[in-house]
């Protein structure tokens, strides 16, 4: 699904969960990465990366999410393997968009949280 209405950042192969997800506003180091993973999956497994939370929903007190730098992505459509696969090589896409990346599939969240360094 795509944001409507996207933003005028948003690149192919990038969807949104459900209608509730809130991706206007977030930063654009969070924007380039996001870009830059969603090119990535799409070369990988011919699926569009999914966006499944960003500026909205219930995080914790602090969370970097209600201040637009912060996103969570979707692993629950892949294999471990290749999550586990996609995981080492979103790694390198940290340092060019100053975020860092914390996977979340072993903490009971199959996701990976990414907000801005």
């Given amino acids: 699904m795509i944001p409507d209405p996207a933003p005028n950042w948003w690149p192919e192969h990038l969807e949104v969960a459900d209608k509730a997800v809130v991706v206007a506003g977030l930063d654009p180091f969070i924007e380039a ?18 966006v499944t939370s960003a500026r909205d929903s219930i995080h914790g ?12 992505i979707r692993s629950r459509d892949l294999t471990v393997e290749q999550a586990n696969d996609f995981a080492q090589k979103l790694v390198p ?17 199959p996701h990976w949280h990414v907000e801005t360094a």
């Fill in 33 to 50: 990465f996001l870009a830059a993973a969603a090119a990535l999956h799409w070369t990988l497994f011919s699926l569009p990366l999914i």
């Fill in 61 to 72: 007190t602090g969370s970097k999410h209600y201040v637009g730098k912060a996103a969570d």
């Fill in 93 to 109: 896409l940290q340092a060019g968009a100053k975020v860092g990346i914390f996977d979340e599939r072993f903490i009971g969240s």
